[in-house]
Each structure stands twice: as structure tokens, then as C-alpha cells.
């Protein structure tokens, strides 16, 4: 059977790409702070040699839309173009294609029905920066196949944070499963307290740091029970208008699993959010 030998949790900043390869008067003050810490983070999914990367990430009203909006879809292809052009001329985010692993893809969504999981899919999925931006930080040779899962954490009706975590929770029995060899690791990203577009978007930091700390220390702590007592789709909406996306941080949280202490935690406070950074060894620390 496969290995799970990671388990990778983080936020997805579409600038870091060029606030860390930016030169002279154009590199930001905070991006050598920033570059350390991905360095740093990097080497936690380097040391766990995984073969295949599983990608949980949402699609930002790139692909998916209100004329076809599935909770939760599986990428099931040979390759996988990214970014879109917005994310190009916003972000400078690079053209990317990586290679998907079709046969992991195929068991998830066959093993998803057998486990109530009616996962949608698709074999024509363009990905964004959700995926890209992890793969930009924490592999960026780009050379391992992978399958993407996207949540719906924008469009409502969402399913409930106790949905993100039963389906991260049964995601790691279905990698488990997989009759195959490989050494397989789950990444996936969400947000803590974020604001787009509203009134506090640009601060010191994010706009709740009172819900970031918490945020920080449910997850390092693997305190899916405290954090359920917590979060509903209602109470997301009071620190920030884009923090629906802390429900793919509670998929991760599944996916680790309950009381499971995360073997590497880093933050870092941007200028209007807080960067998070997760991992956790569910064979054993390799470093």
C-alpha cells in the first residue's frame, strides 16, 4: 500500500513569487525574512522524499463558476496547464504544466464513493495559484505528478467545517488504500483571517490577529475538537470576508488527524495577513 510520509498545510500568497525573485529597490523589505522561512519550511517536504503530492486548494472563480460550482472535485489528468493570464499579469506568476498521477486520482474519487464522498472530477482542469503557489514554494522543480482536490470555500452554500474534516480525514484513508509503492504527501492551503476588498484588507497584519493566534494553535495542536466548538460558516465571516478558506486549513487538520502535534510550525505577519506554515510526519520525523 502507499505511504502517506507527509501531511503540508500552508497559506497560498500569489506574491511571494515575486516578492522573492524581485532585485534593488524592487525587492520588499520583509522578502529575505520570508525567503528564510520558506527555505525553511521547503526542507520539511524535501526530507520526506515523497514521490506523488496530493494538492488540496480551491479555484478562484478561474475555471469553476455559478453555472457549475462542485463542492469538492478531484483533477484526474495526464498534465495540468496553469496559471491563468490574471494570475500572469497580477502576480507574474510563470506559465507552469506539471504532470497529474491518474491512477492515485482514479482510486480517490472510486474510494471516495465507497466512503459516502460523492466527488465530482474533471479531465480538462486548468489549475491556479491555490495549487501553484505551494508547488512555487515547496517544490519548485515542479517534477512530481499530482492530484489536485478543490474545495468550494467561495461560493455559497458551502459545505460545514465538520465536512472539510471528514473529508480530510477519509482523504488519508483513501492514500492509504492505494495499492501502490509510492511515498505520497498531502499539501494543502487555505487562509487564516483574510479581507479582500473590504475596508480592511490593508493593515499591519491580518484583520483578526485574535483569530490568527487561535487559528495557529488549533492547528499546530491538532485541536479539531476545540476548533469545531469554534468555527461555523457563520462565525468565518467576522474575521475577514475571504476567511472561509481556514476550512481547507481543517481538511488538513483531517487529514493529520485529532491531537496530532504538527512536527514543524512558522508564521510570518505580512502586511495584511498572517503567513502560516505546517507539517506533519505521520511515519516519523525523517529530518
Given at each position: 500500500?502507499?505511504e502517506l ?24 523589505p ?33 475555471q ?12 484526474k489528468?495526464?498534465f ?13 506568476l510563470p ?5 497529474g498521477e ?21 479531465n ?21 505528478p499530482?492530484?489536485?482536490?478543490y ?19 477519509a482523504?488519508?484513508?483513501?492514500v492509504?488504500?492505494?495499492e ?8 494543502g ?12 484588507q ?32 457563520d ?19 483531517g487529514?493529520?488527524?485529532?491531537g496530532q ?7 510570518l505577519?505580512l ?11 505521520p ?5
Amino acid at each position: 500500500m502507499a505511504e502517506l510520509v507527509a501531511v503540508v498545510a500552508s497559506t497560498h500568497h500569489p506574491f511571494y513569487h515575486r516578492a522573492s525573485t524581485a532585485t534593488g529597490a524592487d525587492r520588499p523589505p520583509f522578502a529575505d525574512e520570508w525567503v528564510a522561512k520558506i527555505e525553511r519550511f521547503r526542507e520539511t517536504l524535501t526530507a520526506a522524499r515523497p514521490d506523488v503530492l496530493v494538492m488540496v486548494g480551491s479555484d478562484h472563480f478561474h475555471q469553476l463558476w455559478l453555472d457549475n460550482m462542485p463542492q469538492f472535485l478531484v483533477g484526474k489528468a495526464p498534465f495540468f496547464d496553469a496559471n491563468w493570464h490574471n494570475e500572469e499579469r497580477e502576480f507574474g506568476l510563470p506559465k507552469m504544466t506539471l504532470r497529474g498521477e491518474e491512477e492515485l486520482a482514479a482510486h480517490i474519487l472510486r474510494d471516495g464513493l465507497d466512503r459516502d464522498f460523492d466527488l465530482a472530477f474533471s479531465n480538462e482542469l486548468r489549475i491556479d495559484h491555490s495549487i501553484t503557489c505551494p508547488i512555487i514554494t515547496l517544490r519548485p522543480e515542479a517534477d512530481l505528478p499530482i492530484v489536485p482536490v478543490y474545495t468550494n470555500i467561495f461560493a455559497p452554500p458551502m459545505p460545514r467545517p465538520q465536512r472539510f474534516v471528514q473529508l480530510g480525514q477519509a482523504l488519508r484513508e483513501m492514500v492509504e488504500s492505494w495499492e501502490s509503492d509510492k511515498r505520497v504527501a498531502v499539501i494543502g492551503t487555505g487562509h487564516l483571517s483574510l479581507e479582500l476588498g473590504g475596508p480592511r484588507q490593508f493593515g499591519e497584519h491580518g484583520p483578526d490577529p485574535d483569530f490568527d493566534r487561535k487559528a495557529v494553535e488549533w492547528i499546530a495542536k491538532g485541536d479539531i475538537e476545540g476548533c469545531l466548538a469554534e468555527v461555523t460558516l457563520d462565525s468565518l465571516h467576522h474575521p475577514g470576508n475571504a476567511t472561509h478558506g481556514f476550512m481547507d486549513f481543517m481538511l488538513m487538520m483531517g487529514v493529520a488527524g485529532a491531537g496530532q502535534e504538527a512536527d514543524h510550525v512558522d508564521t510570518l505577519d505580512l502586511f495584511h495577513t498572517m503567513e502560516a506554515y505546517f507539517t506533519w510526519y505521520p511515519q516519523g520525523d525523517p529530518r
